[in-house]
């Protein structure tokens, strides 16, 4: 019996690498979608030819960018090639990953993150929008944008989860049936940004001064609401921050290694 065939849009990003590691440690046919083979989601350039025989598409593309124009136009527009090129080639599965909580706050990156949610509920394919919390690794990735001797963060209180389990949940709900909206997923700990950073910073050896700040406007306020933890109907990860800290996947990212993680 042929292996269940999988796309990974975005399988070379923070969350897709581990969705692509998970569907291969299962012995699943993965295919990556990107630019090194042959294939532009931005256009649509290359779809045809790489979702022919897919039978679940999991979509993990990101886009860094706090206009919430941008954040529109990118994930609409990957959205609609995906499940219009989907549909045609008889894709009977689309995993979209979104975020825990943004329903109040249509502004910014997470204005883009509803229109595709949007876009796939209006879709032709039969879906799965998996909301998950923020992962681990994105406490390093807002102290890498922040240059200079002292971060300042955002207000945020936020419940992270270790991008490694969310790469296994996205595989799970991609091999089961289409669901809408699955349950989401959320990290074991209450925390807030401005002390994951302090913390990594000392763990990593970084004398840095982090500075917790109050955005202003609906995003702001929204961040800032606890929102981004998520409600009481969902399910919890196991890795903590201080665990993933400690970690090989932390490492990987402090050493910028790009290589497929190993099980652990």
Do not use: C
Not at 189 to 202: C, K, P, S, W
Not at 239 to 262: A, C, I, K, N, Y
Request: a positive charge.
């Amino acid at each position: 019996m042929a292996a269940m065939r999988i796309a990974v849009a975005g399988g070379t990003g923070t969350v897709g690498r581990y969705v692509v590691a998970a569907a291969r440690a299962r012995d699943l046919d993965v295919t990556v979608l990107s630019r090194s083979t042959g294939v532009d989601i931005k256009t649509g350039v290359g779809l045809d030819r790489a979702l022919d025989g897919v039978r679940s598409v999991i979509d993990v593309t990101n886009v860094t960018t706090l206009s919430s124009r941008a954040s529109r136009d990118f994930f609409t527009t990957v959205t609609r090639h995906l499940l219009r090129v989907g549909a045609k080639a008889g894709v009977r599965h689309h995993v979209a990953l979104s975020i825990v909580g943004i329903d109040d706050i249509d502004a910014s990156y997470y204005a883009g993150k509803l229109a595709q949610e949007r876009a796939v509920i209006a879709g032709e394919v039969p879906y799965t929008i998996a909301r998950t919390a923020q992962f681990h690794e994105f406490v390093g990735q807002m102290l890498e944008r922040m240059r200079g001797p002292v971060a300042m963060l955002p207000e945020m209180p936020i419940r992270p989860v270790s991008a490694r389990e969310v790469g296994e949940h996205l595989v799970t709900l991609a091999q089961g049936r289409a669901q809408g909206r699955a349950t989401d997923l959320v990290g074991p700990v209450d925390e807030l940004l401005a002390d994951l950073a302090r913390r990594q910073l000392a763990h990593d050896g970084v004398r840095r001064r982090v500075l917790e700040v109050r955005l202003p406007g609906a995003y702001g306020r929204g961040i800032a609401s606890g929102a981004l933890r998520g409600g009481e109907a969902r399910d919890e990860s196991s890795v903590t921050f201080d665990e993933w800290l400690h970690g090989e996947d932390h490492f990987r990212q402090l050493s910028g290694g790009d290589g497929p993680p190993r099980r652990m």
